[in-house]
Each structure stands twice: as C-alpha cells, then as structure tokens.
C-alpha cells in the first residue's frame, strides 16, 4: 500500500498543472458548499432558538384542520383556497381536558395560550380623505396579532424588552405595539404614535367581513432578537383578539343551536325567498318605503325582537384558544412529549394535536428551507460540473499514462493494484483539496463573522431567517460534504479506471 | 534442459474481413542459460513470438510451456482468439491494430500475471521505466508487487527487507549506477536507463529475460556497453535472455539464434558454450 501511495502522490505531484486545477475545483467547491451550509445551517439555529424561547415554544398544540390546510402559529392557509381567501384559524376544544392531560405529562416546564390573527392599524387622526405616500405604501403598518394568557404568556415567554408602558389585559382592549412598527405608523400616517393613544385595528374576520376595532396603545416592546426573522408583532388583549379570530359563544356552540330559533328559512332556495315575476314582486301591496315609515303602528325599537340570544352568540368566548404553547425541561425530548400527548388526545377523544416548533413556524420555516432547496439544487449542479471535470481529467491521465500502466501490468501488477493506484490518487487529491476548501471556509467565514453583518429589509429577513448573516457549520455537515466530495472522487474514478484495467502490456510496447 | 518451450504455436489477427497469420506454427526450445536471440525481418513475427512467450499475448493455437509450466493447458485458446480482445501488437516498433476482441477471464489473467512476474523480466526498447520513480525505487518495483502470505515460485518473495535492499543494491552496483540510483528517469541517458531497466528485469531473479530490441534507441557505444552488462550477467547469473531482434551485434553475440521469415522458423542455429557465429563475435 505504501508503494501505491507513494506512486500516487508522486503523480499527482508530477503532473502539478492537472492537480492543481483538479485540486482547486474541488477546494473552491468544498469552500462554497461549507460557507453555504454554514449560513444555512446557522440561519436555522438561530431561527429555533429565537422561535423556541420567544414565540412557538418547544411545542404547540392546535386544533384539527381539514386536510391540504396548514396550519401554524400565525393562522391557516391552503393552497386550494382562493386568493385572499381568509381560512378560519380553528378554535381548541376542549381545553380543559388539553389542560390536565399536559399537567399529567412529564417533562413540560411551562404552558401557555394564544390566539393569532392578522390585522393593520388605522386611526382617525389622520383626515378622511387622507391617502399615504405613493413610496410610504410598504410601510403600511400591517402586523401579526398574538394575544396570549396574561397570566402565563410573558412568563414563558419572558424576552419581550418594554420599553415604555404595560403589558395589555385581558378585557382592556390595549395593545402593546412593537416600536419597528410605531416607525412604520409614522412613516405611513405622518403622525406619531404614543402611549394611551387611540387606534383602530382593521383586520378581516373569519368570514368575508371586516372586523375594525377601536383599541388603546399600552406600550412599546422591543422583540428579544433585533434581528429576528420574525415580522411586527402586536400584543393585544385577549377579548380583543378573539373578535377578529372569531372566537365568539356562536362560534363555539354552532353546532348545538337552541331550539328557540327559528331555522326554517336556512332550508329556503333564493326562489322562495325571491321567487314569482318582477310584477308581483312589486305589485305586491307595499306602495313604497314612505308608507311603511308613516304608519304610525310599527314600533322601530323593537323591530327585530329579542336579540338577547343574538348579543350573547356575539359575544367573545373567554375560554376560547386558538393554540397552547408548552415549553419542556429537556429539548432533546421534545419529539417523545409529542408522541405522547398526540397518543393521549387520541385516546381521549379530542381533537388536538402537537407538533414541534418547526411545523409551529412552518410559514417561516418553508422560506429558509426553500431557500436551502435551491441552494442545494445548485450544489448539486455543481457537484455534477465537478464531477464531469474530474472524470474527464482522470480519463486524460489515463490515456497519458497507457505506457506506464501497461508496463506495470507487465511487471507483474495486477488489476486491483492499477485499481486501488487510481483510486488513492483522487482520494488523495480530494482530501488534500478538500482539507484546502475547509480551511478556506473557515476564512471565509471568520471574515464575514466578524464583519456582523446584518440585514434591515423584512422581506431579507424572512427569507434568510433572520437579520444577522453568520456562518457557523456544524461539524456533521462539515465531515458530510467532505465525505460526499471524496466519495464523489471516488465514484469519478469508475469509468476512467475500467479504461485503465483495459490496457493490456502489449499496449506499454507501442507507447513511448 | 529446455526453459521455454513452443510447440506449434500460431497468432492470427482478423484484419478487416481477412485474417492474416502472423506466426505460422513455430516450434523451438530455448536451454536454461542461453543467450538467445529471434531474428528475422520486420514483419517475420519474431517480436510477436517474443509478446507470447512474455505472456502479454495469447497464441491463436498451440502450447507453450515455460520453467516446466505449461501456461495454456486448461484454457481453450482458439475460444479465446474467435472471441479475442482488441489489441496492439509491435512488430519492429510498428503498432498495428487489430479489431478482433479477446475475452481473458480473471482467473486467467491473475495466474498469467503472477507468472509473468516470477519467471519473467522484460527489458524494452522503449525502457518503459516508471517517471516518478527514482531508479532504486523503480528497481524495486517488481517486489512489492508479491503478496504477503501467498504462496509464491519467486525466490525474492521469501526475502527479508535488508536482504532486498542489498539485492538491490548489488543490481544497482552490477549495472553500474550507485551514483544514480536516486535520480529519476528523466534525469538519466539512455544507457543509464536501459541499465535500470535490465536490473528490474533481474530483480525478482526471474529465469527468462526478454529482451525486445533492447538497444534500439541508443548509440552504438551504449548499446555495447549494454550488451556486454547482459552477456556478463548472463553467464554470471545463468538468467536465460531471449532478444527479439534484427541488430546484427545482438545476433552474433547469441549461442542460439532463432531465424524467421514470414511467420515461419528459418534456421535455427545452437551453439553451446559459444556464440553461434564463432567467438570473435563476442
């Protein structure tokens, strides 16, 4: 072996020109992959850990959705659905029995709820024909709501940094205002936005309505992480929230309506509602609107009767949760805890499920992970370019080398050894060169580490999970793209060493 | 006693739709210790007889038997020949091709080349020496080519490493090139490769050195220097050389000269214990 290694290295070193480009292929391909990987692979951590301490916890429990609807901490949506299409975020049922099969589950350190919905701030300080900015349109100050248990939600998600007021509560119809969204308020409506200020939060519902809002601002945060990848967050009051998440007693007892209501127009046709021709319709005996005002016989005040049952389905369900959020002890055992709790609701009856931070946050997880994807389609075409370009050279030096290889045939060299002399040369250039790829990584990365750079955009942010452009790779994927590279080497060796095996020592005589 | 033995050996090679005999069913011994050359004019076949006995390529029919081992007894050489690999063979430093393709099974091709490096050295023409390897190490070469714990016919292979180095050493002392034996290839004459050559021919201490028209490309000065190193250790050693070759000096320094012509054995002239045209040729 020693003999092949030697005449392997001494090739290589032979013919430095083809090494060299060899060599530098693989090294700059090994440097790229590992400083992508590296920004991939640190954008994700950093992505979990934010995620994790500061808004979908280890895991999150919600309600059942029809199939082709995903679902995660910021609301659901289906590709079938229609664009702008509204999908109605489920409400958790069964809370309660949710509640004591966690308190029964070991390993969870802490337990929350939370309700999410979308909505934008609007104001009437502003006049009514006001019309923004043609260039202030991206600054609209739409935002994420998030409105949890105010026992338990800044406990367990204890990094929100107030820096002016109160958390909301629960009845108070406030809302604790991220400050990148104040500047977008002020960008937008070229007023300032304070504490005690009034605001209308305008947000569709969970129908095809609108549901606008009068609210009050408690405060100003600023989220744990400033780079986070996460968008403007609003903190509201739960009542609140619960209006635009529709969360209301009518949501919640649809399914078992009272027996005092009068259902039978719900199985009327529009025919029999509006039927019959346009003469009867009105030909009908109502002359016009002004009699019917005139008559002194209609009472305006009562004229849709009792609405006491009315009021009350409209009414929010204060023990309505869109989500419980659950932190474990030990985040190595969060998928057991999963399994488990999705083994009790089963066995229970209740239509709850867990799942893991990264389906929690699977509208944000998709972007860096389709981010990764088409990183990975490129290192793959470059792996297929690499590839290509090591085969060919290989080829070349096999057809320089007939005389040599045939002459060793000669001698007494059999297959394996031409085999295995082949194989150690692009073995050892691929380590070698894959060695030299690393330690230009991890210049790379040094470098661009300790420039911090950051991105501003929100857009940037999303897309690469968060604000700070780091490259950390793991030791796992570092050894892995080392071992596809070299593995790769060897694969590239197939065709050029049967060529190789086929040299006959005949072949070494007619060389030279 | 005869070291290598043809017995009705022929090589046909398709060429296009013809098939032409380039060796015509030639018999001939060569004695343990001879200074043997095969003569004949370019195209007689003689380097073709010199690639078969080397075992680097496969008679059409017929049997050769080399060291007492009868190379082709099992194997059914006309299957192979109809079915036959592409291959190249010289003929005087011409390359000619051939279209027909030849199917060598491993079992084969492991055994013909464990033999070829225990009973066989090769000197070329073109010294086929290794580039990145110094002449030590390409004198060296052969032996490390034996595997550890198989059984093996080379006396070299039970050798421990100080006895290899100062074998090697020895060659290199032989063949005179102690001050060279780190150089490579490239930074050697003609002459001085040649030598390297013939001491990794000697190496495994093979009992048949083939020789295809070793001083080929050299000048008259360094053929006979090179000529006389191989006649010495031929006497010395009692190695058997076989040249394939139409060098008039090689010729009249041979005790047994084979002559061709057209495939077929001409003349076949022994002289024992001298030179088959007389000593003065020496």
């Known amino acids: 072996m020693g003999q092949i290694f030697r005449i392997a290295l001494r090739n290589l070193w032979q013919h430095k020109t083809k090494s060299l480009i060899l060599g530098i292929f693989i090294c700059m391909g090994v440097a790229i992959v590992l400083c992508g990987n590296g920004f991939l692979e640190s954008s994700q951590r950093g992505m979990e850990r934010d995620f994790r301490e500061n808004y979908t916890g280890d895991i999150l429990i919600e309600g059942k959705v029809d199939d082709g609807v995903q679902l995660d901490l910021f609301g659901a949506s289906s590709m079938s659905s229609a664009m702008g299409e509204s999908i109605a975020t489920p409400a958790l049922l069964d809370v309660d029995k949710i509640d004591s099969i966690i308190k029964s589950t070991d390993g969870i350190k802490s337990e929350t709820k939370q309700i999410s919905a979308m909505a934008f701030f609007g104001t009437e300080k502003v006049p009514e024909d006001f019309e923004p900015d043609d260039n202030a349109q991206k600054d609209l100050p739409y935002f994420i709501m998030f409105s949890g248990e105010s026992s338990t939600y800044f406990d367990v998600f204890n990094g929100t940094k107030l820096t002016e007021g109160t958390y909301p509560t629960d009845k108070g119809n406030e809302v604790l205002v991220d400050n990148k969204l104040k500047d977008k308020f002020l960008k937008y409506y070229k007023v300032p936005l304070a504490v005690g200020d009034k605001v209308l939060v305008e947000g569709p519902g969970t129908g095809n309505g609108f549901v606008i809002r009068e609210a009050t601002v408690c405060g100003f945060f600023d989220p744990p992480n400033v780079n986070t990848a996460m968008s403007s967050l609003v903190f509201i009051s739960s009542d609140l929230a619960r209006s635009?998440?529709?969360?209301?007693?009518?949501?919640?007892?649809?399914?078992?309506?009272?027996?005092?209501?009068?259902?039978?127009?719900?199985?009327?046709?529009?025919?029999?509602?509006?039927?019959?021709?346009?003469?009867?319709?009105?030909?009908?005996?109502?002359?016009?609107?002004?009699?019917?005002?005139?008559?002194?016989?209609?009472?305006?005040?009562?004229?849709?009767?009792?609405?006491?049952?009315?009021?009350?389905?409209?009414?929010?369900?204060?023990?309505?949760?869109?989500?419980?959020?659950?932190?474990?002890?030990?985040?190595?055992?969060?998928?057991?805890?999963i399994t488990s709790l999705n083994t009790q609701f089963k066995e229970a009856g209740l239509e709850a499920k867990a799942v893991n931070w990264k389906s929690a946050a699977a509208s944000y997880v998709k972007t860096v992970e389709g981010i990764g994807g088409i990183f990975t389609a490129l290192v793959i075409i470059l792996t297929i370019v690499v590839f290509i370009i090591i085969m060919n050279t290989l080829v070349v030096s096999v057809i320089e080398r007939t005389a040599e290889i045939g002459t060793m045939r000669a001698l007494g060299a059999d297959k394996t050894f031409v085999r295995k002399m082949f194989f150690t040369e692009s073995i050892a250039i691929s380590v070698i060169s894959s060695i030299a790829g690393l330690v230009l990584a991890l210049i790379a990365m040094l470098i661009?580490?300790?420039?911090?750079?950051?991105?501003?955009?929100?857009?940037?942010?999303?897309?690469?999970?968060?604000?700070?452009?780091?490259?950390?790779?793991?030791?796992?994927?570092?050894?892995?793209?080392?071992?596809?590279?070299?593995?790769?080497s060897a694969l590239a060796n197939i065709y050029p060493v049967r060529a190789a095996l086929k040299i006959t020592p005949l072949q070494a005589l007619s060389q030279e | 006693m005869a070291i290598v033995t043809l017995d009705s050996i022929r090589k046909t090679y398709p060429l296009g739709k013809l098939e032409v005999e380039a060796v015509k069913g030639?018999?001939?011994?060569?004695?343990?210790?001879?200074?043997?050359?095969?003569?004949?004019?370019?195209?007689?076949?003689?380097?073709?007889?010199?690639?078969?006995?080397?075992?680097i390529d496969l008679p059409s029919s017929g049997s050769l038997v080399i060291d007492g081992i009868d190379i082709y007894k099992d194997v059914n050489l006309s299957s192979i020949a109809s079915t036959g690999q592409k291959s190249k063979f010289t003929g005087d430093g011409d390359a000619k091709k051939s279209t027909k393709k030849n199917f060598v099974s491993v079992k084969l091709d492991n055994r013909i080349t464990e033999l070829r490096r225990t009973h066989l050295g090769f000197i070329f023409q073109n010294f086929n020496l290794i580039p990145v390897l110094n002449v030590y190490e390409n004198i060296e070469f052969p032996l490390l080519l034996g595997k550890k714990g198989k059984q093996s016919d080379s006396p070299v292979d039970s050798m421990t490493k100080t006895q290899r180095e100062e074998w090697i050493n020895y060659l290199i002392e032989k063949v005179g090139l102690s001050d060279w034996k780190t150089h490579k290839p490239g930074e050697l004459s003609g002459g001085q490769r040649q030598r390297t050559a013939i001491a990794r021919a000697l190496v495994t201490k093979a009992p048949v050195i083939l020789a295809d028209e070793p001083t080929a490309n050299l000048d008259s000065e360094n053929s006979s220097q090179i000529l006389a190193l191989m006649k010495e250790l031929n006497k010395e050693m009692n190695t058997t050389f076989i040249f394939s070759t139409h060098d008039a000096r090689i010729v009249q320094m041979c005790n047994h000269v084979v002559y061709l012509l057209d495939g077929k054995i001409v003349d076949d002239k022994k002289q024992e214990g001298s030179n088959v045209y007389g000593k003065g040729a020496n």
């Open chain 1, 244 to 337: 635009f998440a529709g969360l209301t007693y009518a949501s919640s007892y649809a399914e078992e309506l009272p027996s005092t209501i009068d259902i039978t127009l719900s199985s009327a046709s529009e025919d029999d509602l509006f039927g019959g021709s346009d003469d009867e319709m009105f030909d009908s005996g109502i002359d016009d609107g002004a009699d019917i005002l005139a008559s002194k016989d209609v009472d305006f005040n009562d004229i849709l009767g009792d609405t006491t049952l009315r009021d009350k389905l409209n009414e929010t369900d204060d023990g309505s949760w869109h989500f419980i959020l659950l932190k474990v002890k030990h985040q190595a055992q969060t998928e057991k805890i």
């Open chain 1, 448 to 488: 661009v580490n300790s420039l911090h750079i950051t991105v501003t955009g929100e857009i940037a942010k999303v897309i690469l999970g968060g604000g700070s452009i780091s490259l950390i790779p793991t030791v796992g994927s570092t050894l892995k793209t080392i071992f596809l590279v070299v593995l790769g």
């Open chain 2, 26 to 55: 030639v018999s001939f011994n060569i004695e343990k210790g001879e200074f043997a050359a095969i003569s004949g004019p370019s195209g007689s076949g003689k380097s073709t007889i010199l690639n078969m006995i080397g075992l």
